[in-house]
Every structure is written in structure tokens, then in C-alpha cells.
């Protein structure tokens, strides 16, 4: 039995101290809803992911889903710290797949502007290994990355020139997204001018703090044939996941991340994909950090490893490149509210599949996309191949 998706819906990415924190979740939901073109008395089960670390909600799940109309319908709450969205993804699938129900909602969302920035870096650093990193050595995400970004120039000579494209190119996408945080083209110099936050990630390779809510709505294939929308379906065909050691100085090296290899590699298995190249559209790559999308192109086979650097350079990544990545801007530029980015980026490549994606739509030749989100600094991996 197949899965498909529906519907879709995504919130304004941004500051958004204008609303409480279920009427954030709310704006996905409707749209979602009325993307399917069903009532939410047909949805028989909600999963709530939220990391809900910086929001004055700390167990949102219930207020979130009695506010959305589905009291009575679950909520399962679950967290897998950046990866959160997709974990509630593929809880919705797996609750599909068992045969529990047949149309299940899938919502992520985080407010994480409810705190100042030293405490939300703060709260961030707890997600790896707390007694081993951030309380003997203080030490929080831009420098988790660092030294990623560190590793990857010193074996293969990547450039802050290079890291800086990536923030040029998914500022540029964002700039036509009317729902993204930064909706403002940025050049190439004042990216590199930017100050230092961790060497030698400077401030325009470092993702924001954001606050924002998305959805998906999914249902079996049986479900979708009743209600007479196999034509709208996004089918999920693919999906892996993966994680690594809490403690990052337990890992073989710091150029990559075991997380999205492994992940990938399940994915591909599972969606018959053998060039991700030549068979995928587009991709939604977790760019929480600039380093982070080269080492994504590197772990997800776009290119051979440490050439990353090469393929942003080449416009491999943007636009007539060889796989447009980021379309929508990315966690970079669109935003990154934790709970909310893996569901974020299921709604950018099913908009993209279905060929909704206005200014910012990719050729479509194959009719699949990719989603990868990582939770922590490749504590948790995740990748969705979807297709129509």
C-alpha cells in the first residue's frame, strides 16, 4: 500500500510575536486543509513535532491540536531536535502504513523567538552530548559547524568564498518566497564582510532563529482513490534514516556526516534511485549552516566527496544546474524554526512536483524531489524521496 500526500500548508517564517503559538500552527493547518480539499473531520489522527525547547508552551502538542479542531484524534507528539518535522512526517506514514487510519496530519512548528539569542544558543547546545561538550566547553551550534567547515577546507581546500555562494544563491531564492524570514538578495561581498560568529563561519553562513509552523496532510492510496484525488497525490517513495554518537568527538571525522550517507543510501534502496542526479528534480537540503549544504551534495552522492565546494562554484546547485537545491531559500534565508523545517521542506517539493512553485518552479523532467533534514550536527538523519 502506498502513501501519498494531499495537502500542504506553510506558515509566514519569521519573527511572529503577532500570534500565540497554536494560531501559528493554525495558518499551516488551514492551508493544508483546504490544499486537500477535505474538513478536518476526515483527518483521523494529528502528530505534533515540536522541539518546544525555547516556547513558553513546553508540551504543546494538546493546546495546538484542541485549537486546530482535532481533540479527540491523537495528538502523538514527537522531537528529534532539527529533525523534528520529518519525524512527524514519518510518524503520520508509519501510522498509515500499520492500517490505524487512513488520513493522518503531520504538523511542525517552533516559536523560538520567545527567548534572546544567548539563550536559545544556549538551549541549541544541549542537543548533542550536554555533560561532554556544551557544559565542560560551552560550546554551541555555529561552533559544532566550524569545525566541519574547519575539517572540509583543511582535506579539501573549500573556500569561505564558496561557503558564501551558497548563503548568495539561497538568499536570492528567498527573495521571491513570500513566506521566508529574509526575503532580500544579498552579494557575494557583503557575505564575506560579514563578522566572524564562529571561524570561519562568519554571520551570513549561520541560519536565523525563526518562528513558523507547517503541514501535511497524508493518506493511503485506497483513501486517495476514494476521495477522487490520485491526480493531486504526491506518493512518498522513499524514505531513510540514520543517526550518529551524541558525543562528537566519538566520530571518525568531521567532513561529513555518517547520518545523511546512511540515510540516503536507505532511501535510494527503497526509491530505485541509482544516480540521484539524473533522477531527481530538485532537492531540500538541510543548510543550517552553508558548510552544511556542501556537505550535504558530498553525502547525498550529488558529487564525489570534497567536491562541494566545486559544484555551488559551477552553479551545479542553482537553477539550470545540474539539481536545483534550496528553491525557496532554504533553512538559510526561508528560515529554520526546528520543529517546523522537515515539514517545511515537504511542502516546498510537493509544491514543486505538482509545478505550484511560481517564479521559483524547476524544470521537471523525472518528477521526483528529494527532501534531507538533520537533527542536531548529524544526530539524526533523514531523507524523503517524493514523486508523482
Not at 500570534?19 to 493547518?29: D, K, M, N, R, S
Not at 506518493?235 to 540514520?242: K, N, P, Q, V
Not at 517545511?344 to 514543486?352: L, S
Amino acid at each position: 500500500m502506498r502513501v501519498g500526500i494531499i495537502g500542504v500548508g506553510c506558515s509566514k517564517f519569521g519573527v511572529r510575536d503577532d500570534v500565540t503559538l497554536q494560531e501559528l500552527a493554525f495558518e499551516a493547518v488551514k492551508e493544508a486543509v483546504e490544499d486537500a480539499g477535505i474538513s478536518k473531520e476526515d483527518i483521523e489522527m494529528s502528530v505534533v513535532g515540536t522541539a518546544g525547547t525555547r516556547s513558553y508552551e513546553l508540551m504543546p502538542a494538546v493546546p495546538i491540536n484542541e485549537y486546530c479542531g482535532f481533540a479527540g484524534k491523537g495528538p502523538i507528539r514527537v522531537e528529534a531536535a532539527c529533525a523534528t518535522g520529518s519525524a512527524a512526517v514519518y510518524t503520520a506514514y508509519s501510522t498509515i502504513k500499520s492500517g490505524i487510519a487512513d488520513i493522518v496530519i503531520a504538523i511542525g512548528i517552533e516559536k523560538m523567538n520567545e527567548v534572546d539569542t544567548p539563550t536559545s544558543l544556549a538551549v541549541g547546545g544541549r542537543s548533542g552530548s550536554y555533560l561532554w561538550e556544551f557544559h565542560q566547553y560551552g560550546t554551541t551550534f555555529p561552533g559544532y559547524y566550524a569545525m566541519h567547515a574547519s575539517a572540509h577546507m583543511a582535506r579539501y581546500g573549500t573556500t569561505e568564498k564558496q561557503l558564501a555562494m551558497v548563503a548568495v544563491k539561497n538568499h536570492r531564492n528567498a527573495a521571491k518566497n513570500p513566506k521566508a524570514q529574509f526575503q532580500k538578495e544579498i552579494t557575494l561581498e557583503k557575505a564575506l564582510s560579514s563578522r566572524y560568529v564562529a571561524y570561519p563561519l562568519r554571520l551570513f553562513d549561520c541560519s536565523a532563529i525563526t518562528d513558523g509552523s507547517a503541514a501535511a496532510i497524508l493518506a493511503s492510496e485506497e483513501k486517495i482513490k476514494e476521495l477522487g484525488l490520485k491526480d493531486k497525490a504526491v506518493w512518498i517513495e522513499g524514505i531513510g534514516y540514520s543517526s550518529d554518537t551524541a558525543n562528537l568527538s566519538k566520530r571518525v571525522d568531521y567532513v561529513g556526516l555518517k547520518a545523511t550517507v546512511e540515510a540516503s543510501r536507505m532511501a535510494y534502496k527503497m526509491a530505485k534511485i541509482d544516480d540521484p542526479v539524473k533522477q531527481l528534480d530538485v532537492a531540500a537540503l538541510h543548510d543550517c549552516f552553508t558548510i552544511a549544504e556542501i556537505m550535504a551534495y558530498e553525502d547525498l552522492g550529488f558529487c564525489k566527496k570534497g567536491e562541494g565546494g566545486k559544484f555551488i562554484e559551477n552553479g551545479d546547485s542553482d537553477f539550470g544546474g545540474k539539481i536545483p537545491v534550496n528553491t525557496f531559500g532554504g533553512l538559510k534565508a526561508k528560515g529554520h524554526p526546528l520543529g517546523a523545517t522537515g515539514v517545511g521542506m515537504v511542502y516546498e517539493i510537493v509544491k514543486q512536483l505538482r509545478g505550484e512553485a511560481g517564479e521559483l518552479q524547476v524544470d521537471l523532467k523525472n518528477y521526483k524531489g528529494l527532501t534531507h533534514n538533520i537533527g542536531g550536527t548529524g544526530h539524526f538523519g533523514w531523507v524523503f524521496i517524493l514523486g508523482v
